[in-house]
C-alpha cells in the first residue's frame, strides 16, 4: 500500500468531517476498499436525517477551524488554569499530557517493520487525536499512526515504543464517547483497522476467531449465511477489539450480557512485546487467575488485543416488536422493572422520553405520541413472543400504558426500531452546532424508577436541551445533554446535570458507567464507586504490566491515586 494513496484518503476524509458530522444509518459507505489494504470508514446516515443533519453540520464543526498547540508546543497555556484533569473535582474537558518528542530512531524503526502502513500525516494524526464522537479534546496529537496486519508487527512495534519509553494509543472503530483515544502525551497511534480477519468459525461449538479490526457489523453480516450472529450492539461503526476495550454492551445486554460475557479468550501484546493467550476454547475453566476478564475493560492500558474468540448465538427463529407510551417516564419505567420481575425472557427494553420523542418528529416529520414509550423486542417461536406480547401489554395496562402496538412483519420492525436506532442523531439535528454530553449512570434494576424521575425533574428544569434514552431492562440509561461547545456557561450546566445523575446513582449503589468505559471523562468518579483500595491494586497491575506507562497514558486510574 502506497504511502501517497493513504495520506490521499487522509486528506479526503479530514475534509469531509470538517463539513459533517460521522452520523448512523444505512447503507455503509466504504470510502476504499479494505481488501486493498485501507480502512474502511464507517459512516451511516438516514435519508429521512439528512437535510437536517447538513444544517446542524455546518455549524456543528466549526470549532474545528480555531487554531491547535503545535505538538511540539508546551501546555504551559493551560497550566495557569490550575486544573486536575480527570481528578477529583475536575470539570475541565481538554486533557494535558507533558510531550516529549519522539526519537528519529524510533520512526526508522517503525518503517522498517511496518514500510508503507505508518503515516506522519498532520490531518490523519489530527483526525486520530480527536474522537469523532466526543467532546473531550486534548492538547496534543500523535506524533505518528501505524496500521499493523499482523500480530508479530503489533508485537514488534510495542517493544521498539517499550524501550524508547514512547505512548502507545491503541484505536478501533473511534465510536468511544470519553477520550479513549486521545494522545495526550503524542506518542503512536496504533490503528488495528487492517486487522480484520475471520481466523477461525466453530459452528458446532458456537464461537468464532476473529482479529480486533472487524466491525460488528461485518462480523454479523458474514455470521448470517450460518445461522448465528454475535448479540451485542454498540454504536455502528465500533470494532470487536474496541468493544473488548471498553467491556461494552449495547440493546441486548439484558438478554445476552455485556462484552465480558461474550469472549471466551484473547491474545493480548503487553507492552514488552511479549504475547499472551488468557484462556483456552473451552466454555469454562477454573484454570487460574482470569486473565481474559482482566483485560476486557482495561481500555488499552495493559496492551493490544490482537485476536478475539466471541461466544455465539442462533438468529431468533421469530421475533415482536412492540411499543407502549405512558404518562411519565416512572410508568414507563415501573413496566420494565415488572417484565423483568416477570420471568419473561425479553431481548430488549427501551426507553425513550417525550423529549426524545419530539426530536424525533421533528427529524423525520413523524406524528408519533409525545410521551415517555417503552420498545420491547421478544424473541423465539411465534406461539411463544405472541404469549409474551400479551403479557406485556398486561402488565403495562396496570402501569397506565396506552396505545400499545406490536408488529412481526420485518419492515414494520423495522420502521418501528427505526425511532430508538436514530434517537441521538434526531438529537443532533434538533440542537444544530451543539455537542452532546451523554451520561451512562446504571443502578440496580429496582432503583431505576427513582433515578430517572429524579434526575427527568433536574433535566426539565434546566436551560438545555436534555433528552432521556434507557436500556430499561439491566437498570443503564442515558441522557442527551446538548450544549453550545463555545457557550463556557452551558458547558458548565451540562457538567452540573452529569455530576447529579452520577452521583445520585452512587447513593444508590450504581455505576458512573454502564458500557461507554472510563477514559478521560470518569476518572474524577472511580474513588467514590470503586474507593482508594480498588484504585490503588489497579495501578499495582498497570505498574506491573506496564513500568514505562507506555500504554495509553492518562486514561482509566487517576492521576492522584499512588502508594
Known sequence: MAISSRLARSKTVFSFLRQSRQLHSTPKLTVISPEKGHRRLPFWWSSSLLPLAIAASASSYAFLNYSHPSISESSSALDSRDVTIGGKGSTEPVVKGEYKEVPKELITQLKTILEDNLTTDYDERYFHGKPQNSFHKAVNIPDVVVFPRSEEEVSKILKSCNEYKVPIVPYGGATSIEGHTLAPKGGVCIDMSLMKRVKALHVEDMDVVVEPGIGWLELNEYLEEYGLFFPLDPGPGASIGGMCATRCSGSLA????????NVISLKVVLPNGDVVKTASRARKSAAGYDLTRLMIGSEGTLGVITEVTLRLQKIPQHSVVAVCNFPTVKDAADVAIATMMSGIQVSRVELLDEVQIRAINMANGKSLNEAPTLMFEFIGTEAYTREQTEIVQQIASKHNGSDFMFAEEPEAKKELWKIRKEALWACYAMAPGHEAMITDVCVPLSHL???????????????????????????????????????????????????????????????????????????????????????QTMKRIKKTLDPNDIMNPGKLIPPHVCF
Open 254 to 261: 439484558v438478554r445476552y450480557g455485556t462484552m465480558r460475557d
Open 449 to 535: 424508577a427513582e433515578l430517572i424521575s429524579r434526575s427527568k425533574k433536574e433535566l426539565d428544569a434546566s436551560s438545555l436541551l436534555c433528552t432521556v434514552i434507557a436500556h430499561a431492562g439491566d437498570g443503564n440509561f442515558h441522557t442527551c445533554i446538548m450544549f453550545d461547545p463555545s457557550n463556557e456557561e452551558q458547558r458548565k450546566e451540562a457538567e452540573r446535570l452529569n455530576h447529579f445523575m452520577v452521583h445520585s446513582a452512587l447513593s444508590m449503589d450504581g455505576t458512573c458507567t454502564g458500557e461507554h468505559g472510563v477514559g478521560t471523562g470518569k476518572m474524577k468518579y472511580l474513588e467514590k464507586e470503586l474507593g482508594i483500595e480498588a484504585l
